[in-house]
């Protein structure tokens, strides 16, 4: 019974979430510090990664994408593409719940908006 109450919570929140991105990309592209970004890509990691992943990437149940491992594993976009696609360990496949331009604009963000914080 909690877990149903603790689920559809999440499920709310996250409604809120993406429409709150849908209505700041009818104004354009997010800023995100110096740099902006396609809104797309952070409704696709909003929808699919932040359970996981954390709302700003800093980690939870997976690692965190913001430290700067991400671009010394995945030395280019098709690797993480194909990381993204297939899956490995904890972290499942999305190419049976994304598309291929999906999938592209996540890495897009990721790479750029997030994995760009680290040091």
Known sequence: MLKRIVDRLQIVALALVVLTIGMLSKAGPIATGAATVDSFGAEVF???????????????????????????????????????????????????????GEIGAVTDFVRKELASQGG
Not at 64 to 83: C, H, I, K, P, Q
């Open 46 to 100: 909003v929808a699919n990664c932040t359970r996981c992943h954390g709302a700003d990437g800093q980690g939870g149940i997976g690692p965190s994408l913001v430290s700067g491992n991400l671009l010394d594993r995945f030395e280019d976009r098709a690797a993480t593409m194909a990381f993204i696609s297939k899956g490995e360990g904890e972290m499942p496949d999305f190419a049976s719940r994304l598309s291929a």
